[in-house]
């Protein structure tokens, strides 16, 4: 079977500091797949490649069989890549119903997510719907992000790390509510530091190291075997 | 006697105000949104007056043709508008504010030398239409039929805008995109469409308002420079970028104009310089504005 988006072999670089190496990763239907690495290792500039916001300077982005590399951003949204960023991004003087509102009107893609599924998924979010995006907790803010991209009702969701800066209890409210979408049918390609999030969810794992990858296989294989994984990530 | 005077002051500096607001809020809107400062702002609104006087030349005999020398002047000053940011203004979004500047100062330079060599270098006027020809009498004040005209369409305007702002789903896309137009472009929205719509309608605002005030002032070269430097001030006072910010600061700035002109009557300008300075002093972003993150 095709996969769902290929990255094949791509250099990314922001003006003059080159970040990545030759990435090539592939995702297939269905599948939750993870770039796991530190910081600066290259996770969260390949999904500013695959989403058009910094466009690669080598090799392609091939979606659904297509070569989009180079698409401007709100092209690769409406053909059905949903990205929540790492810093949430939520639109601080915009309230928490007007952010879900205006993805929805953004992307134009009609599709099972609308603001009251979203609320049934996260009904925390139905409580504050008329509080503005800049009065938030990290918590808020992070179930708004990811609840914003799903109303744009995207094939393939990128979600960069979303774990990061919560509190454990909302970390494990969060691992629960990806695992209902994964459930659902939806597409994730997930970035994290954490083994043990990254774990829980994927399927598979890249591993990625100074813009290159370092590993790939099942997530089973870093999960029963410590010793690689201490070796792969301890560094 | 003195009361009636005072209120005639307060309305001259209500109907500057109204100019000045519709002016200086296309130049916020545009800063806002699209984070560049058009110096050329005054530019489109000084061609805006010579559209409107051009057009009445054409349609020469009847004097009301007037509302359709002004609407005919903003379409033309927005399709204007239109040509500048998709030729030019969107290679400046995200450079640095010095390039921004030389390139919108280079466009005040060109247009204005443009609108010489079309128009002359003499004085032009435009007849006010005759359907707002009379006076009317407020509190013993007299105000021109046509003034009262500018102040119910400008207020109706900022109305107008803010309710599309608030309410309305283009008007929260113009908000997102001013906070984080990255984003708002990963969700899929077409940012590229939506700058050049707010330039447009700024244009459009900038071509009325200079349409508007031909009747009652007359069209110089130089009036450009003259509008884009108040207008800046309003916006200083106001705060950049916010809406109700750059309402304020216009009132504030037509009232100070108006009764500063009783106090020091030759230097009335400088009582709205000393007011400006203060601000910046004391509030550098403005009465209603934010500071830069």
Known sequence: ?235 | MAAEFLFSQFLSGLTTAIFLFLVASGLSLVFGVLRVLNFAHGTFYMLGAYLAWQTMAWLAPTKEGFWLAALAAATGIAILGFVVERLMFRHLYGKEELYQLLFTYALVLILGDAAKILWGTGQLSVSRPPSVEGSLSVFGALLPGYNLFVMVLGFAIAIGFWVILQRTSAGRMIRAAAMDREMLGSLGANVGVLYTGVFVVSSFLAGLSGALVSPIKAIVPGMDVEIIVEAFIVVVIGGLGSFWGTFLGALIYGQVLSFGILIFPRFSIFSVFALMAVILIVRPWGLLGRPLK
């Open chain 1, 1 to 235: 079977m095709a996969a769902l988006l290929s990255i094949e072999a791509i250099h990314t670089a922001y003006g003059l500091s080159k970040v990545l190496f030759g990435i090539t990763a592939d995702i297939h239907q269905g599948e939750c797949v993870c770039l796991l690495g530190r910081n600066g290792v290259g996770k969260s500039t390949t999904m500013r490649s695959i989403m058009g916001l910094t466009v690669p300077s080598q090799g392609k982005i091939v979606w659904k069989g297509e070569d989009i590399t180079g698409w401007a951003p709100h092209r690769i949204a409406r053909a059905g890549i949903g990205f929540v960023p790492e810093d949430r991004r939520v639109f601080a003087e915009l309230s928490v119903w007007e952010n879900l509102d205006i993805a929805a009107r953004a992307a134009r893609r009609p599709g099972p997510w609308t603001i009251e599924a979203l609320f049934d998924l996260f009904p925390q979010l139905a409580a504050i719907q008329s509080r503005m995006g800049g009065f938030l907790s990290g918590g808020e803010q992070q179930m708004l992000t990811i609840a914003r991209t799903l109303m744009t009702n995207p094939d393939l969701l990128l979600l960069d790390e979303p774990s990061e800066g919560l509190a454990p209890l909302v970390v494990d409210m969060l691992l629960e509510k990806i695992g209902d979408l994964k459930k659902g049918g939806l597409t994730i390609l997930l970035a994290e530091q954490g083994l043990a999030f990254s774990l829980a969810l994927a399927d598979r794992v890249y591993v990625l190291e100074k813009g290159e990858v370092r590993y790939t296989g099942p997530s089973s294989a870093l999960r029963d075997d410590k010793d690689l994984a201490d070796r792969l990530l301890a560094l």
